[in-house]
């Protein structure tokens, strides 16, 4: 235990020194490693009906580019390893250029935080950061130009009535199963 305490606050020192550490940095590093998968989703992937937009909710769809997804699958063989990658995304994100929005959850169903790179209403990047201990976790970053969190909000609220194709997204939750 005393070593894996050592082998954190290693990384974490290391990474705090490392002043060039960026998620899309983190992201383009791992997306090819073992225990981590990578998923681009277009927008078009959502497939939503535009003509049932709200103006605001039209104005949060054109502001999206695209999400990005990176997961890590914790497994008996990898703890160590786990605890290393958390450690370095943690690390990132604390970072002050990352403004926190939202956090919650709990250490039993899993813990998230949302935050987002930008300013106000020029939004460049929203991240949602989750983790569950026994399964791992998986940053999920809504990459665009003048996104505004409020309408993007907006946006979120229609999620559930788009007609998804699912066949990269089931490729994220089979991940972890």
């Known amino acids: 235990m005393k070593n894996l305490a050592g082998m954190i606050l290693l990384v974490v020192t290391l990474q705090s020194c490392n002043q ?4 899309q940095r983190y992201y383009v590093d791992n997306q090819e490693q073992p225990n981590f998968l990578s998923i681009d989703v277009p927008l078009s992937m959502l497939n939503l009906d535009k003509e049932q937009l709200t103006d605001d909710q039209k104005d949060a769809y054109k502001s999206i580019q695209k999400l990005n997804m990176l997961a890590y699958k914790v497994t008996p063989d990898n703890t160590l390893e786990y605890e290393v990658e958390m450690a370095k995304v943690k690390t990132i994100l604390d970072d002050s250029k990352y403004e926190e929005l939202m956090r919650g959850g709990n250490p039993e169903d899993g813990t998230f935080v949302i935050k987002i790179l930008g ?18 976790f998986a940053i999920i970053r809504v990459l665009g130009s003048d996104m505004n969190p409020n309408k993007i909000m907006t946006l979120a609220s229609v999620m559930d009535k788009a007609n998804i194709d699912d066949s990269k997204l089931s490729q994220f939750t089979e991940f972890f199963k």
């Open 20 to 23: 060039g550490q960026s998620l």
């Open 119 to 136: 300013k106000k209403d020029d939004i460049e990047e929203f991240i949602l950061f989750g983790s569950l201990d026994n399964k791992g």
